[in-house]
């Protein structure tokens, strides 16, 4: 949990534990939402996820444990990049996943309106002003919620995760099991080892970097550093549990989801609900449903609250350096970045409005979503790259946690977590199935991330020496 101490302003500090951590890389990683969308693969999803544990979940885990015991101040991504590579690719790995939030945004908040319909009425999901309404309810007071500081936003992690998304994952698993064990007739085929190794070809290769990414948000508690009473000790703790409890729910509860419904009859919005609805008439439970469905829409609420402050707040580490405008580094008597958080609340507003009510941009927004891989991409890429230049440049900084194996295993950690985001940032390029203009599509993505990457250095060359923190810092002083 947390504890609270007294600073000398007489404004409580909060000291995140070992559970409140990993409580935040869970609510981070772990979405039900996603669950769905694999369980379209059968027995071959376990192939899939051991490809992006192996390739993507075990490195940024690892890394983001040295590099946070490492270089707690504060910032997660930012810090590890500046010190390995400077102020300007700190600031571009940090943006980047700001900026992807931007448009992944209306996609959790969609999830999130979708499934509380289950607790009211399904057929809501087709109102356009029901849907905005609840969008909108629950990022503003997310937002609100992020405003009160860490206290406040940690309980949300702390209660929220093990009601939205541990509860919920433990529930479909163990109907799973019942599914199985009463005899009921499955959808998959007999299971086989065979089965288990995924089809790789031209048409599921754009699949693999969203898996590699699927597990993205590991590096979320980094982001907490200065909030952490023992960093170099509760770090490694928090990530090790966070992993195995995200590894284990994912697999089970998503071939749960394949046990009962065939593939070319499962709603990649609604997927999860289904399953549920499946489930619980069978067992005669149907009165059921609508908690559950009320317990997932929690739990979307707090893997969209765990991307909404993590990047915000580094994105204030940044500005409190002066390298942003003076308004991006106000803050309030909370310490929350509230002009960063009233920005992205903004923007991604009127995104979310035009996902709602203007159909005819699916296209246009299939092309945002690419952006946010390659954006993810650039962001996890510079991470393992600071992870090994930083034992070449800074080989005597105390690491409490290091990566066993000296300079080999970085090397191979490293590595290979470099070489999956590599390759899924080529992958990420391949347009879908109904795209005819290949190369207008590559275009557009690559054009679009540039876009969405060069803040950063605009930012740089403007910088005047007034940005500087205690300049012209504005505080405000809100009761």
């Known amino acids: 949990m947390s504890e609270e101490t007294k600073t000398g302003k007489g404004v409580k500090k909060v000291y995140l534990g070992i559970f409140a951590l990993a409580m935040i890389n869970v609510a981070a990683v772990l979405s039900i939402r996603n669950f769905p969308s694999m369980a379209i693969y059968g027995w071959s999803c376990i192939g899939w996820y051991i490809i992006g544990t192996i390739l993507f979940l075990i490195p940024i885990s690892l890394a983001g444990a040295e590099l946070a015991t490492g ?60 849907m905005f309404t609840v969008m909108m309810i629950a990022f503003w007071g997310t937002t609100a919620v992020a405003y009160f500081g860490e206290n406040a936003s940690t309980k949300l992690s702390n209660f929220g995760v093990v009601l939205g998304s541990i509860i919920p994952a433990v529930v479909i698993t163990l109907l799973g099991i019942w599914w199985f064990a009463s005899g009921q007739q499955l959808v998959l085929p007999e299971f086989s080892l065979g089965e288990i190794a995924p089809e790789i070809n031209l048409d599921t290769l754009p699949f693999f970097a969203t898996v590699v990414l699927l597990f993205a948000g590991m590096e979320m508690a980094g982001f907490h550093a200065l909030e ?102 106000r803050t309030n008597k909370y310490g929350a970045p509230v002009a960063v958080l ?79 985001v590599v ?40 910088k005047k020496p007034s940005w500087a923190k205690g300049a012209n810092k504005e505080v405000a002083q809100d009761e």
């Open 423 to 462: 390759f899924s940032f080529i992958v990420g390029l391949m347009p879908p199935s109904y795209y005819d203009n290949t190369i207008g599509y590559v275009v557009a993505v690559l054009f679009g991330t540039f876009v969405l990457a060069v803040p950063p250095l605009i930012f740089l060359k403007l």
């Open 228 to 329: 952490v009473r023992n960093p170099q000790t509760d770090f490694p703790k928090a990530i090790g549990i966070s992993a195995v409890i995200i590894f284990f729910c994912t697999i089970a509860a998503t071939l749960a989801i394949a046990f009962v419904i065939p593939a070319n009859q499962l709603s990649l919005a609604s997927g999860v609900m289904q399953a549920i609805q499946y489930f619980f008439d069978s067992a005669g439970l149907s009165a059921f449903v609508g908690p559950m469905a009320l317990l997932i829409t929690i739990g979307g609420v707090v893997n969209l609250a765990a991307w909404l402050i993590g990047p915000a707040k580094g994105l204030g580490v940044i500005a409190e350096e002066g390298n942003m405008p003076p308004m991006f580094d």
């Open 71 to 130: 270089w707690p101040e504060g910032g997660g991504v930012y810090a590890w990049v500046k010190q390995a590579f400077g102020e300007r690719d700190g600031f571009i790995a940090l943006f980047c996943e700001w900026s992807n939030n931007l448009v992944w945004f209306p996609t959790v908040l969609s999830f999130i309106a979708a499934t509380l319909a289950f607790a009211l009425t399904p057929n809501l999901t087709s109102s356009p002003l029901y």
């Open 342 to 420: 009233v920005t992205q609340a903004l923007i991604g507003s009127v995104i979310s409005l035009l996902y709602v009510f203007l159909p005819s941009v699916n296209q246009a927004y299939w092309i945002l979503s690419a952006m946010t891989v390659e954006l993810l991409c650039i962001v996890y890429f510079l991470v393992f790259a600071a992870l090994i230049k930083l034992r070449y440049s800074q080989p005597d900084k105390p690491r409490p946690f290091k990566i066993p194996g000296g300079m080999p295993g970085v090397w191979i950690v490293g590595g290979m977590g470099a070489v999956g």
